[in-house]
């Protein structure tokens, strides 16, 4: 009888056993299956690059637009999109290759019904149709709607006619004396979007991305071999499971040599420089996360995203009087900040903090960890008055410029006779 028991609740565990295990099985297949539907289900949301081919390659067929991109794009097919980069399904962002060259691929998708925080600073009506300019509008004509362009989103600088002339050369795609129609048309779609402006008006420095080619509101930028500031890229299922805390702490380890992480820094300081009161007025860096900065084998810094650097100008008219509880409000982005007025329950019009600021702060925890001891002191020293930068301080632009030189003074003569600098 004692047999038979032990048989019978031995062959009881093991079917309760068995039951538990199929359970777990069918769980971990049921969830496993779901977390690959929503992510299917938005990378195809955020990945639609065939059909924005199809509306640029649709408008340049019937000659609506023209650009020293089109016909790789779309006859010949030597430019085609790699790997998806996109974060909106309205900013397309492809790795890309074009006539054997590596490039990134931007292109834009759904218009905005209206300006506001939530969105892009652009307007993406006009973008789509490329109803302007007109057929029958003269070259001068063009000419004066991009100049009225560029004084409603630079203010008026006195240069603004050279910048208006620097523009119909990029916008002559073949380079023919002439600016076409249809190349009019892609230049002033273009000429709506922020980064497409900045490439151009840094188009001599060195950590602004080259402009390759364009077609419509599609364009071309030089590839960056490393596309972020830090971390390791890691497949999508990993990255579910990681904490966001943990996640920060693991990128700082994966992170080039300290004398290499000072060469980019530097450059991210130039960078700032290139933007803070350039030839055609100041930039405001609205989002100065490492996801936007990357660099070459060379360790030079490279921006890779510039879509939330804007005019200081376009931002101050678009933010000012904007109705507001609390300074959370009045923020663009997620680093241009200005503070709520409680008596006019409006935002103010003033940036609270400069892009130095920003710069330092996401350079601070980079540069500290593993930078030399004999040096690390005062580093920490003027990475925390850096921080500490704010717009309405008096004398802010030579403060400004005291630091800046400091920072990078401290950092190359401490490389400077390294392999690395």
């Not at 004692?2 to 031995?10: C, E, Q």
């Not at 062959?11 to 295990?21: I, L």
């Not at 640029?56 to 999109?81: H, M, R």
Request: include cysteine.
């Amino acid at each position: 009888m004692n047999d038979g028991y032990v048989f019978f609740y031995l062959q009881a565990r093991f079917s309760y056993m068995r039951m538990k295990y199929l359970f777990f099985s069918w769980l971990a297949v049921f969830v496993g299956s779901w977390i690959i539907y929503v992510q299917y289900s938005t990378y195809t949301e955020l990945c639609r690059g065939k059909d924005c081919k199809k509306i640029i390659c649709d408008k340049y067929k019937t000659g609506v637009i023209d650009g020293p991109a089109c016909n790789s794009l779309c006859v010949t097919e030597t430019l085609y999109f790699g790997k998806c980069l996109s974060t909106k399904p309205n900013n397309q962002m492809y790795l890309g290759i074009w006539d054997n060259l590596p490039g990134v691929v931007k292109c834009q998708m759904e218009q905005a019904l209206h300006l506001d925080f939530g969105t892009e600073l652009e307007p993406r009506k006009e973008l789509v149709l490329f109803d302007k300019p007109t057929r029958g509008t003269t070259v001068q004509k063009f000419k004066e709607m991009v100049y009225s362009l560029f004084k409603a989103k630079l203010g008026d600088q006195g240069n603004l006619s050279e910048l208006v002339n620097l523009i119909l050369t990029v916008a002559d795609g073949d380079k023919d004396g002439q600016v076409s129609l249809g190349e009019a048309k892609s230049a002033w779609a273009l000429l709506q979007l922020n980064e497409f402006l900045l490439m151009v008006i840094l188009q001599d420095k060195e950590h602004t991305p080259k402009l390759m080619g364009f077609c419509g509101d599609l364009y071309v930028m030089e590839s960056v071999e490393y596309t972020s500031l830090y971390g390791i890229s890691l497949p999508w299922v990993i990255e579910l499971f990681i904490p966001s805390g943990f996640r920060r702490s693991m990128d700082q380890l994966f992170t080039p040599s300290w004398p290499r992480k000072a060469k980019i820094a530097i450059g991210l300081l130039e960078f700032v420089e290139d933007v803070f009161h350039g030839p055609y007025g100041n930039f405001l860096m609205c989002d100065t996360s490492a996801k936007n900065l990357g660099y070459n084998d060379k360790y030079d810094l490279k921006m890779v995203d510039m879509r939330k650097i804007v005019p200081e100008t376009n931002l101050k008219e678009l933010i000012k009087d904007r109705h507001c509880e609390s300074d959370l409000d009045c923020v663009y982005g997620t680093d241009c900040r200005t503070s709520c007025d409680q008596s006019t329950m409006k935002c103010t019009s003033e940036v609270i903090q400069p892009n130095l600021a920003k710069a330092c702060q996401l350079l601070k925890d980079y540069l500290l960890r593993g930078a030399p001891s004999e040096i690390r002191e005062e580093l920490e020293k003027q990475l925390y008055s850096c921080i500490a930068l704010k717009v309405t301080a008096n004398q802010m632009e030579m403060e400004h410029s005291l630091i800046l030189n400091n920072l990078k003074t401290l950092l190359w003569k401490k490389i400077s006779y390294t392999n690395d600098s």
